[in-house]
């Protein structure tokens, strides 16, 4: 299965301000999604992520909220931005390789 | 709307019992089914996977799940549990069976094994 480096693995942020995470796999891969685990809560999809087009936003979460980058096929990044305290969660890449969604160790962000 | 549902929230065992964790699905299509385990403070890893062939699929650490098409079920079982196990454990689904489809998670069961 793919390896996948994500970074930073926590983050405490201040209101308002913007954090971006980066998702490093070791295979090229089409698809990558972007998930948030709330505190006690299941993962949520946040969008999903194509190499080279518009990423596809689930409902509930938008482009200018949480803007993503997909330059090539190996590297994408979520940015959370003008956060708020809800924003306080696990967000996760994954990616689908060969069979099996893999997913990344997550950024634990607490927003103060 | 499709969706996922675990209705085990959080479930106490002592070691040794058997564990049966249900999850089931709303769909009438084909679709992929996966069980996931985070253990603390760690991230998901995958148990076991189900596409097509023998509904019955034996994953990782002991566990098998069984799927029945009639019933929307992909339940969960291990036959002995330890206390290792004690984890968060989350079903998946894809409902569109295509190349890297979405996975919808279920709410998770939070499994103590207690000494």
């Known amino acids: 299965s793919a390896v996948i480096s994500q970074k930073p693995s926590r983050d405490i942020c201040q209101r308002g301000t913007s954090l971006t995470i980066q998702c490093q796999v070791d295979?090229?891969?089409?698809?990558m999604f972007w998930y948030r685990q709330q505190p006690g809560q299941s993962l949520t999809l946040i969008a999903t992520?194509?190499?080279?087009?518009?990423?596809?936003?689930e409902s509930g979460f938008v482009i200018d909220k949480f803007p993503i980058s997909r330059p090539n096929l190996t590297f994408s990044t979520l940015t959370v931005s003008n956060m708020s305290p809800e924003d306080s969660s696990i967000y996760l890449c994954?990616?689908?390789?060969?069979?099996?969604?893999?997913f990344g160790s997550g950024t634990r962000l607490t927003v103060v | 709307a499709q969706s996922v549902s675990q209705h085990n929230h959080h479930v106490i065992l002592s070691e040794a019992a058997s564990l049966e964790l249900g999850c089931n699905y709303s769909y009438g299509g084909t679709v992929n089914l996966f069980w996931y385990v985070q253990y603390p403070g760690q991230h998901l890893q995958l148990l076991l996977k189900y596409f097509s062939g023998d509904p019955l699929v034996k994953g990782i650490k002991g566990f098998e799940a069984e799927f029945i098409k009639s019933k929307f079920s992909f339940n969960l079982r291990k036959p002995s549990v330890q206390w290792s196990d004690t984890a968060e454990y989350f079903c998946a689904v894809t409902f569109d069976t295509g190349t890297a489809s979405k996975l919808t998670f279920g709410t998770g069961t939070r499994l103590q094994v207690t000494l």
């Open positions: 295979s090229q891969v089409t698809m």
């Open positions: 994954s990616v689908y390789f060969q069979g099996d969604y893999t």
């Open positions: 992520a194509n190499q080279g087009s518009e990423a596809t936003y």
